[in-house]
């Protein structure tokens, strides 16, 4: 029971501070019109309609001052503003610096080749549209309008020609020194750059709902780790004990190296495929037992006793899937080496294996 | 009085069970060569990959045993440990190198094959320790060495599995097959069925339930319920079984909580249509919650693990000390290794940073390294509960830490990137290599010797098809990769966008932290890797993840009918087959691609 509440809480833990996360980053805020805050520079994120359903103001219109008088006394009280405002501003060079280039730059006096054999792209298309350049023709021979409406770029055409166009420094470029000097020489003056991102913790309308979120995982937790403590305690003293309920493992321990040691004593008078059947008996009997009980031992004892105990463990499983292989490929002595090497760490898990 | 000490090299070569032969490394060598060269290549043509442990397991059966006529199981395993050790770096490069291309800058091929090289080299060592913790005593599944193992093992199973296996990879080749057949061969294939929601390589099982009568208006316009034609999934997922199941949960939570109600309640900008909130939602809120979660979650799971990691690392150091025959590669060497890495890493640092002071690049490259090993270890953590590893999520968050600290200079951040990224993918593939290696008793110490002495040819190769290739792309479409060439590099493009956003201060920095929280605590729960895999499943393909949980829930279902042995033995083997069977046309597929140049 106690564990079942602890998972519900996890879910709802995880599944209510996931979505209150995702709200910080909404792409509005909301802001109060009775208050008296410069909001010039703000844009509508929606259309803001009146009770029966008219337009007052379209989405993306610039909230003047004659705007947010005509939403007040049309009785809104709130409305929602574009987050950020602007995805770009412009900028003069000096402060430009360190920032990102939202929109293209043509180079006036530049040219730039492009080669024969280039696939036309819809950026290609509007650059040489944006040239002047009428058509284009294709390596098949076609000629390619860039008046067109629908230009299919899915076939991948590549230009029979080499054409030129202005040089462009293209979105996206981060403008470092270098870059600014470049648009200096060509004479540019102010560019368009992407606006940083701003994180203000008032925007963050589920913030409440996010502590309370991890409050409620926090909960969550400390009664699964409860539930898992009372399942450990219920199975060292008779409980339900998981993968090895029918055998103690101190038992299936010793069952398993006797065994070994069996099979190493007459391990000299098998040949290969008597091995591999008798390896392949171990390996899937009470080897695989024990490997399946691991999560009880180390719930019951600790990650300390868990590592002591499947280390050496193993480690002769390993040597035992040696001696299998070996056995396959017909290495017959590496195979029943491969078996009494598998002893020593046996005797060691065993050694290993906490006493209770 | 302890036994006298023997010298770990002595171990390494014996003659009477072939397991290092000279035979196993060529072959390993050069089929890496080639897998990874024909990877490298797709991969920035179509953007996916593939690991080549189970490819090179096959031939290895046919060239060791068929043609040489005296390959063993153990010197198939170091065989095919060679070969994914050489072929797996192409994961960590294709991600991160060709970032640079596309944003025009070009850096020293040398310096680049270096510091790739010094991350693969750190990855192999840094995750060696942590062997026996992950698989002698957690025994994570790590399905695809698992699946490499189930190969390996087919001699020595009888026919009844010999037949089970084939069926399985028979099964996966004929459906992955006409997944790509029109694309690469000109065959039809599903999408030209012309059935209404079957696509290329996808199933719009959503389409079909929105078009029911009744059930359509329940059905909410941005759920997507897409499955992947994808053998692969549904095999890693049987071989994962229950734990894999919690995989799923991410995966729902990101589809059919978050992207719904952020889509209702208007969290998108206008203009995101309903097709379009699941994409929009992916990039601007479950992914970085995601990755915060699998990183909170991965840190605390570490935190718990450090008892666990320090007594697998003492009983290392007490095999050294017994006298007994080693397990693993002595952690002196490790050290030497690690140390010579780093200095190499300093170097390219030193070498690409612009005006930076020697204390900058010594910061780089220890940040870079100290990332390698806490990354590393999630990676492998991740490959070994779900067969999925994160090189995305993780190679973001290494460019940004790194853009923090070069002030925002791209080309030492993708070169610590890369370096990282080929170290990670290295963690993971040795971890599945060494799985692969306990299940049929090959040695630890000598795998991982192999592993340490070849794992520098993966980047080199690598490294110069991606150049190759560029100043091939420079003479023929006057750019080397991207828009306007046939080699787009879409994961880098993606990582490009990634750089962007970072640059431009838009990096959603709180989603991460909120993630973080999250994921921490829930790794406290007790349930292993919990938030981890919650985390890792919030980004991944739903399409790949609906098969993957199928796959688990057909295990859960078969171990209650048949009992748990008898999923074992009879169940694992099918998976597997399932899971190389895909593997092994998407190479042929590859190199048909190559081919055709």
Known sequence: MIGKLGNLLLVIGTVVGALAAADSVKAYRRIDLSADADLSGEFLFRDVLADDETLLVPANEALSTERVAALRAAGVKSVRVRRPARPFEPAALPEARGRVLHSPVTLAGRTERIRAGRILTPDLAERARAAGVASLTAREGEAIDLAAEAIDFSRKARLAEEIELPEQVPAGTYLDEVRLNELAAAGIERVEVKVPGTWNLADWTQRWSFLGAVLATLAGVALLRRASRADVQATSTGGPAGAVASENPHTTLERLLTQTETLAERVASLDAAALHEAVDDLLSGPLYTLIEGREALRARHGVRAAVAFMAPLAGAERQLNRAWSAAVDGAVEESRDCVTRALAPLREARDAYPAS | ?597
């Open chain 2, 1 to 597: 009085m302890h036994p006298p000490r023997r010298s770990w090299t002595s171990g390494i070569f014996q003659r009477r069970y072939r397991e290092i032969t000279p035979e196993a490394i060529g072959f390993g060598i050069l089929i890496g060569v080639v897998m990874n060269a024909a990877i490298t290549y797709s991969g920035l043509k179509i953007g996916f990959t593939i690991g080549g442990s189970a490819i090179a397991a096959v031939l290895g059966w046919g060239v060791l045993r068929g043609i040489l006529r005296k390959g063993s199981i153990v010197e198939n395993n170091v065989a095919q440990t060679v070969a994914s050790s050489v072929n797996t770096s192409n994961s960590g490069v294709i991600f991160t190198v060709p970032v640079l291309f596309l944003l025009g800058v070009r850096i020293d091929f040398w310096w680049l094959t270096a510091a790739c090289t010094a991350g693969a080299i750190l990855g192999v060592a840094f995750i060696i320790p942590t062997r026996k913790q992950m698989i002698d005593c957690d025994r994570l599944r790590f399905p695809t060495g698992t699946a490499v193992a189930a190969v390996l093992r087919s001699p020595g199973e009888g026919v009844e599995k010999a037949l089970v296996l084939m069926g399985g990879i028979g099964l996966a080749m004929a459906v992955f097959f006409f997944t790509q057949s029109h694309a690469v061969l000109g065959i039809p294939g599903y999408a030209q069925l012309g059935i209404p929601g079957v696509g290329e390589d996808v199933l719009d099982v959503g389409m079909w339930i929105a078009s029911l009568p009744g059930v359509g208006g329940l059905w909410h316009d941005s759920f997507q319920f897409t499955w992947a034609i994808a053998p692969f999934a549904l095999g890693a997922g049987f071989i994962t079984g229950r734990p894999g199941l919690v995989v799923l949960a991410g995966g729902l939570l990101a589809a059919y909580v978050i992207t719904p109600v952020a889509f209702d309640n208007q969290w998108m900008p206008a203009g995101v249509e309903a097709d379009g909130a699941a994409g929009w939602a992916l990039l601007n809120m479950n992914r970085p919650l995601g990755i915060g979660l699998l990183m909170g979650g991965a840190l605390v799971g570490l935190l718990f693990a450090i008892p666990a990691i320090g007594a697998a690392l003492k009983s290392m150091r007490g095999a050294g000390e017994s006298g007994r025959e080693r397990d693993e590669l002595p952690l002196g060497v490790l050290a030497v290794a690690v140390v010579g890495a780093f200095c190499v890493l300093f170097g390219a640092a030193h070498a690409t940073v612009s005006g930076g002071s020697l204390g900058q690049a010594a910061l780089i490259a220890a940040v870079g390294t100290a990332w390698m090993w806490f990354a590393g270890i999630v990676i492998a953590q991740c490959a070994g509960m779900t067969d999925w590893s994160p090189i995305s999520g993780m190679a973001l968050l290494t460019v940004m830490v790194c853009l923090l600290l070069t002030d925002n200079q791209v080309v030492p951040a993708v070169l610590i990137g890369a370096a990282v990224c080929v170290a990670i993918t290295e963690c993971a593939d040795m971890m599945q290599d060494l799985k692969t290696g306990h299940m049929v008793g090959g040695s630890p110490l000598r795998q991982q010797f192999m592993e340490l002495c070849v794992v520098w040819i993966g980047p080199v190769v690598c490294l110069a098809t991606v150049y190759l290739l560029a100043e091939r792309n420079l003479g023929e479409y006057g750019v080397a990769f991207g828009p306007g060439t046939d080699s787009p590099a879409p994961q880098a493009a993606a990582l490009q966008g990634a750089i962007d956003t970072i640059r431009s201060d838009n990096a959603p920095t709180g989603l991460y932290a909120m993630g973080g929280v999250l994921g921490g605590l829930m790794s406290f729960s007790g349930i292993p890797g919990l938030g981890v895999l919650v985390g890792l499943s919030m980004y991944l393909p739903l399409r790949y993840l609906l098969p993957y949980g199928l796959g688990c829930a057909v295990q859960m279902l078969l171990s209650r009918l048949k009992g748990a042995n008898w999923t074992e033995r009879w169940g694992t083997p099918f998976a597997a087959g399932l899971l190389v069977g895909e593997g092994l046309l998407g190479i042929v597929f590859a190199a048909i691609q190559v081919l055709r140049g």
